[in-house]
Structures are given as C-alpha cells and as structure tokens.
C-alpha cells in the first residue's frame, strides 16, 4: 500500500470542486485537491519515488510499487510559461517523499487570474482502489491524504 500525502498545505476540498471539468470529473484519475495557503511555497513529493515528468506547474512521481502521483500546482497554470514557477529537481530524479520539487506562489498565480487550487492524483487508478482519501479539512505537508492499495 502507498500513502500519499499532502506535497502543499492548505485546506483539502475534494476533486469535485476542482474548477477544471478534467480534475473534477475523475478523468485524470481519482485523487483529491487542495486549496493552498496563499504564501511563496515549496511543493513537496507525495511519495518517494522517480520523477518521470516534470513541468514548472506539475510533476508526476512514480513510488516503488508503480504507482506515478501527479501534482498539479494551480489549474490552467500552463498558460503561465513557467512565470513564478522554479523546478528544483530534474526529470529523472529519485525523490524522498516530503523533498522539495517546485518553489512557486500561490498569491502570483491568483494575481495572473488562474485558480491556486492543487489537485493530487492518482494516475492509471480506480476510485475503489484508493482509501480514506481527505476531502476536507485543514492539511500540512506530509498529512496523508489517501492510501492507494
């Protein structure tokens, strides 16, 4: 079983409230997301593992079972080109859970009109394969916010 935890803090709302139809309808997989605290911050990895791709505004990281996580640092934020975004590791990387990937802003990318909002995915999964997954509540880096069997 894989933990996943929280690569952000802020308070955890579920992916039907993504406002991006691709998020909120579980089409990238199931997962959960959260609305981030507006401060400059580090996006953490949510599981130790290989970092297979790698953009200023998301990251995928694949954990010793096979199971690749992505975070997605705000929604339509691929528009930004990269602005307020700085990658601090590589594709390719191996990662500890809870390591540094990407620095950002969550008040820059409001102020460039786009949501903050992070989803946390997990990619190729079944909603049934996932537990006790956080849909609400305040979250830290390094809660967990669902168990993915």
Do not use: Y
Request: charged share 15%; glycine share 12%.
């Amino acid at each position: 079983m894989t933990s996943v935890t929280a690569p952000v803090s802020g308070r955890a709302i579920g992916l039907t409230e993504v406002p991006d139809p691709v998020f909120s309808g579980s089409m990238v997989g199931p997962g959960t997301a959260i609305d981030p605290d507006r401060v400059p911050a580090e996006a953490v990895s949510p599981v130790s593992g290989v970092v297979v791709s790698l953009h200023p505004h998301a990251f995928v990281v694949v954990d010793g079972d096979g199971h690749g996580v992505l975070t997605h640092l705000g929604i339509d934020t691929v528009q930004l080109n990269g602005q307020g975004f700085e990658l601090l590791v590589n594709k390719g990387d191996t990662v500890q859970r809870g390591q540094a990937v990407i620095r950002w802003d969550p008040v820059a990318v409001e102020a460039a009109g786009k949501s903050p909002i992070c989803p946390v995915v997990a990619l190729e999964a079944t909603v049934d394969s996932l537990s006790d997954i956080t849909e609400s509540g305040d979250v830290k880096v390094g809660d967990v916010l669902f168990d993915w069997q």
